[in-house]
């Protein structure tokens, strides 16, 4: 029987298969060892030559991929594929090896590359100057396993003139011996990082304005001032709402997000001293009601008067609950997100969505559903027809994912699917 380890390995290699299928230069840049028994590494770092980044996109997209929004590097493109809730992805670095948006290996090192298995790797010189490029530029510190790679390369198979010219063109003539002279005596510890790292950067003082220009962007893209995702589950009481919340902080966490669930409708968590007063209300509303027939005039207008009170306590939990845990990065789910002004009887329709055109529209909103009948069946306190006056009002706000609940396994892991490919285009 197949594992979800050889089920995520088997989409991956249909991939690449149709990469070379389909002439599309690439090469696998690193960390591909899980083809050969080792644990899987969830994204491949992956070169792709300009001209067939297009066709890749496309190919990609076939195979149920999606694209992340674009980082603050230009030269990087992600997507990636839920299997079973765990994601693979391709690290897509398109017309060459790039650090910051600058070129260090350009893709002429894919007319170098070699096959390894059914997927194309870079020559072992190429691996070399990658690996030892990349672990000055982009890490600052040598991984022991690439050490040990270089080394065996060096020592075995490097193209030594042609490692040294490279070198040469990206640093210096002197720090490229004195790099080969390090490797060779595994003395990674002296190479001195930081100081090539500055040579680097100055050595074309175009590559100046090019990392000013990212650092712009990875202060837009590390979203410093934006809230953290707002997911709202909303739907008629015994919808499956509670169950639902509690289903999706879990397979959020279990992601490694931080999550928080904070109610925002009526019955609990209120702010204003407002609770005891409504209960003693609707508790003599409904003796009265068994006596004698109620003036639906002054009651449209009571309840017109309490809405907006109603609001400012939702609005007070937002302010002081929601929102500081989304300038704290996280995830806020709420169960019911002031929908309830909407529920509210006897209040006019367009007052009460004026009154909830007030909040923050979240970033997305799952709307559970299901019959009348079967929602009286779960919550048989509510009449069919409340029920349904319920369903009615639902439906006319915009939801992102609609869900008829009837299986709870396979609607929470449909829901967590969704709320997982959005954060990763958008948020991650």
């Not at 075995?156 to 040294?164: A, C, I, M, P, Q």
């Amino acid at each position: 029987m197949a594992t979800l380890q050889d089920e995520r390995i088997q989409e991956l290699k249909k991939v690449l298969t149709a990469f070379e299928k389909n002439g599309i230069q690439y090469c696998l840049l690193r960390n591909y060892e899980f083809f050969f028994g080792k644990e899987l590494i969830e994204s491949l770092d992956t070169v792709i030559a300009e001209k067939d980044m297009q066709k890749a996109d496309t190919l990609l997209r076939d195979f149920g991929f999606s694209k992340r929004t674009q980082q603050f590097s230009l030269k990087h493109k992600a997507y990636f594929k839920l299997i079973n809730l765990e994601k693979i992805s391709f690290d897509i670095q398109v017309g060459g090896v790039h650090w910051n948006d600058m070129v260090y290996l350009d893709e002429t090192m894919l007319q170098r590359r070699v096959k390894k298995s059914f997927f194309y790797i870079p020559s072992d010189s190429d691996t070399f100057v990658m690996l030892l490029t990349h672990s000055m530029l982009g890490k600052r510190f040598f991984k022991e396993k690439y050490q040990q790679l270089m080394k065996l390369i060096l020592e075995e198979s490097l193209d030594r003139r042609w490692t040294e010219r490279e070198l040469t063109r990206i640093f210096s003539k002197t720090s490229a011996r004195k790099l080969l002279i390090a490797v060779k005596n595994n003395q990674f510890e002296h190479i001195p990082v930081y100081r090539l790292v500055l040579l680097f950067m100055l050595k074309k003082p175009l590559r100046l304005l090019i990392f000013a220009k990212l650092f712009f962007r990875w202060l837009k893209w590390k979203k410093l001032f934006t809230p953290a995702p707002l997911i709202s589950i909303i739907g008629p009481d015994g919808a499956g709402k509670s169950t639902m919340v509690s289903s999706l902080k879990e397979m959020l966490i279990k992601s490694g997000r931080n999550v928080s669930i904070i109610y925002a409708g009526r019955g609990r968590g209120q702010i204003l001293p407002i609770r005891k007063l409504g209960n003693r209300y609707k508790s003599s509303e409904k003796k009265r009601d068994r006596h004698k027939t109620p003036n639906i005039f002054k009651r449209k207008m009571l309840y017109t008067l309490a809405a907006p009170i109603f609001t400012a306590d939702l609005f007070l939990r937002y302010v002081i609950k929601m929102f500081p845990k989304r300038m704290g990065k996280n995830i806020v789910i709420t169960d019911r997100y002031c929908t309830d002004i909407l529920l509210m009887k006897y209040v006019n329709y367009s007052f009460k969505k004026m009154l909830f055109s007030l909040f923050p529209r979240p970033t997305m909103t799952i709307f559970l559903s299901n019959t009348p009948e079967m929602l009286h069946q779960r919550r048989p306190e509510e009449t069919i027809e409340e029920l349904k006056r319920q369903l009615d009002l639902f439906k006319k706000i915009p939801a992102d994912i609609q869900v008829k609940t009837e299986n709870i396994k396979a609607d929470n892991t449909r829901v967590a699917e969704e709320v997982l490919k959005l954060l990763m285009i958008s948020w991650d």
